[in-house]
């Protein structure tokens, strides 16, 4: 019998800089007076999360968020967060428009760049910055979708799906934890864990030794 495997990293808090292209390497060093003083000496918090996920066989696996049998089992919870918002998105040829159907899009983001679950409009420009630029360098405009919203997620490709990577501008560990137990889900195992200890493959991949016996650094949600 196949188990669901649904993992939660998260990193809280994060700081984003913003990076010059490596080709103008004194770029930044030309840009920094333009930075308010307090922005340079308290820059702002921001909450990152990955959520992975896999489908375990007896005889292997199936790695990818949206791979396993119940996506309800992360939709739920994630709408359970950020519900009652207007999502926007920016697909694959940048293109802007708002989603009707969000959970459709968490279960299957293959012809999306990036989500945004706001209160109202945000800057369609911003969208197809981040949409289009590689994410390091396009921090300023995820900055300002940040500020102007509650999440901007991106899809993550994996082996056999999708993963998402979620940014936020106030902390996301604890209410989706909370959000994940109060939607169980009959043969999902959740995990949570964080970032900075599950860097390396071997730590990521935790499940394919063993579900019983979890490593320190590891907590099921139950």
Known sequence: ??????KYFH???VHLEALSAESDPDARRRAAP?????ALLSPTDYYRGYL???RVFDDGEQIGLTAIAQPEAFVDPLLDVFGGRRWTAAGLGAEVGDIDDPAAAWRDPSALAVLVGAEGA????DLRAVATTER???IPSLQRLLA???VVAFPEPAHDGWD???FAPTPLRDRLVAAFRRHSAEGVRRFVLPYQQARSEHKCYFERRTLEDLPAYVEEIR
């Not at 019998?1 to 649904?6: A, E, G, Q």
């Not at 945000?122 to 420009?125: A, G, K, L, R």
Request: charged letters at 25%.
């Open 164 to 166: 998402w990577s979620l």
């Open 1 to 6: 019998m196949p188990t669901d495997i649904v």
């Open 148 to 150: 102007a919203s509650h």
């Open 122 to 125: 945000v800057s369609p420009d």
């Open 34 to 38: 333009e930075m308010p003083l307090d």
């Open 136 to 138: 390091r360098y396009a």
């Open 52 to 54: 992975a996920g896999s």
């Open 11 to 13: 990193e809280e808090p």
